[in-house]
């Protein structure tokens, strides 16, 4: 495929970070072995589901795999003996079912291409990496002063996101990074403002932003090339992490977990903040902020991948504020990443649920206050600050910033308005999502309610009280005509002037059906 080349018609733009849930409905013995059925579901839509096929096998070879991660996944042992045995497969069942909830609920896990293609084969069977290498391939015929010197094999998150190590001819000790990505299903700039501004993104120049040497792009994907740091990114430094190493093996267990010291946070807060201020203040989109996004340089920190949101590529923490209405903004949505962000400074590691009920004990008071304005129930229900409030607050206000470095960073008119209306949209999409889940959320709860133990007690008792109130109505109806009847079978061409008197309703109330 040429790098010009088109999309193909009528391709799906697949959200990657809505989450997949599996649920084991059924299992069929063979020959010689148990094949487990599947019921697979892509966010909260049932019809948005389908089924899938799995043997033991395929969860051990999918464990073997996910090794890498250093994680102790309670997948259920080998029995070569009495494994066609039916409580022995029951028992199974059960224990895959707990392995399918804990790789579907960790959060890198979930993300990551092996558990997806285990889940979602249809949707994730290309290999990336081969349609990275081609058209980067496709790249160099017109730019041969470039060259590949290997591949950076999974060291993103993002399964249509891959790396090259690169070096340039004419300085072959010099190393730098190719990144190349697929559309997203955010993008709505016309093809011509996308290359546009793609392309517009080496002239951007600020103190907090890794420079990009080099972009280009066409109608389905972009390619950027920049500077090899050999220290790595923020998350690097807190995990102590080879950058070279695949995402699972860096960030998903760590050996020590340790935060950073609280200068380190003031400083790097209030650069990180500077720069997301530099970029509101511009109208130009982010939300992609978190640590492997930030670039260490010295004692600086530099924020990696603009192109992201140019690209419609759904952020790292989307199924974490899709969640909250109030974070309805990309504005929000970068406050609130900058709270996961602080989060993992402080602690060395991710929240373990967000929202965070209480904060384990901080290098200073100051640290909480952030995290409980950006993390906390309240903060998640009423709504994120502002990065200008953020900026005010104690722990980053006494921050004293020295650079020369003038920022830069000119955008047509006409794109500034491209940038506007695509923000908007992106905005707008993740504001219907929210509502669906709200809405989901609330019928969830009121099945669950309307399900309960106590509430089926309060229908019993409902219903037999209706069941005696009618009980009643029909004896006393049944005692109106009957004497009714009897006045009229005594001959007396009178009407009646006063009913008799109605029949006692205990007998009746006694024998009514509950």
Not at 9 to 15: E, M, P, S, T, Y
Not at 74 to 90: H, Q, S, T, V, Y
Not at 241 to 251: G, Q, S, T
């Amino acid at each position: 495929m040429a790098f010009m080349e088109k999309p193909p018609a009528g391709k799906v733009l697949l959200d990657d970070t809505v989450p997949l849930t599996a649920a084991i409905e059924a299992s069929q013995s063979l020959q010689s072995h148990t094949e487990y059925i599947i019921r697979v579901q892509r966010g909260i839509s049932v019809e948005n589901s389908w089924q899938i096929v799995r043997r033991y096998s395929d969860f051990d070879l999918l464990n073997n795999s996910l090794q890498i991660a250093g994680l102790s996944l309670p997948l259920p042992p080998k029995k070569l003996i009495g494994n066609m045995d039916r409580e022995f497969i029951a028992e199974r069942q059960k224990g895959l079912q707990n392995y399918l909830n804990v790789i579907t609920t960790n959060h890198v896990l979930s993300n990551c291409e092996l558990v997806k293609k285990f889940l979602d084969p249809n949707n994730y069977s290309a290999n990336y990496t081969e349609i990275a290498l081609q058209q980067v391939s496709m790249f160099f015929r017109s730019e041969p002063k470039w060259e590949v010197v290997e591949p950076l094999k999974d060291i993103g998150w993002r399964i249509r996101k891959k790396y090259f190590l690169m070096k340039i001819k004419n300085q072959p000790k010099e190393r730098l990074v190719l990144s190349w990505a697929d559309l997203g299903p955010d993008k709505y700039l016309s093809d011509k403002d996308f290359q546009c501004l793609i392309k517009l993104l080496p002239s951007c120049l600020h103190p907090y932003i890794y420079r990009v040497t080099f972009a280009t792009a066409n109608e389905s994907s972009a390619l950027l090339i920049r500077m090899f740091n050999e220290k790595g990114t923020l998350k690097d430094l807190i995990y102590k992490a080879k950058p070279k190493d695949p995402f699972l093996k860096k960030y998903c267990n760590p050996k020590k977990i340790q935060g950073l010291e609280l200068q380190q946070i003031k400083t790097y807060g209030r650069q990180i903040l500077e720069v997301l201020k530099f970029l509101h203040d511009k109208g130009f989109p982010y939300g992609h902020l978190h640590a492997s996004n930030v670039m260490l340089d010295g004692d600086t920190c530099r924020l990696l991948d603009l192109e992201n949101s140019l690209l419609g590529l759904p952020s790292f923490y989307r199924s974490y504020f899709s969640q909250f209405r109030k974070i309805n903004t990309l504005e929000s949505v970068d406050v609130h990443c900058f709270g996961h962000l602080l989060y993992e400074m402080t602690y060395g590691r991710p929240p373990d649920s967000v929202p965070v009920d209480s904060f384990p004990p901080a290098p200073s008071m100051a640290v909480v206050a952030v995290l409980e304005s950006t993390l906390s129930c309240e903060a998640c229900k009423n709504g994120m600050p502002t990065v200008s409030r953020l900026l005010q607050m104690p722990l980053f206000s006494d921050v004293l910033l020295t650079t020369s470095e003038k920022p830069q960073f000119k955008i047509p008119t006409k794109l500034k308005e491209a940038l506007r209306i695509a923000k908007e949209c992106i905005e707008k999409r993740l504001i219907e999502e929210q509502k669906q889940i709200h809405q989901h959320r609330r019928l969830t709860r009121a099945q669950s309610h309307h399900g309960s133990e106590e509430e089926r007690k309060k229908r019993k008792i409902l219903a037999r009280k209706k069941s005696k109130r009618s009980a009643v109505e029909n004896s006393e109806e049944y005692s109106a005509k009957y004497s009714n009847s009897n006045n009229s079978g005594s001959g007396a061409s009178s009407p009646l002037t006063s009913p008799s008197s109605p029949t006692p309703p205990s007998t009746a109330v006694e024998h009514a059906p509950f």
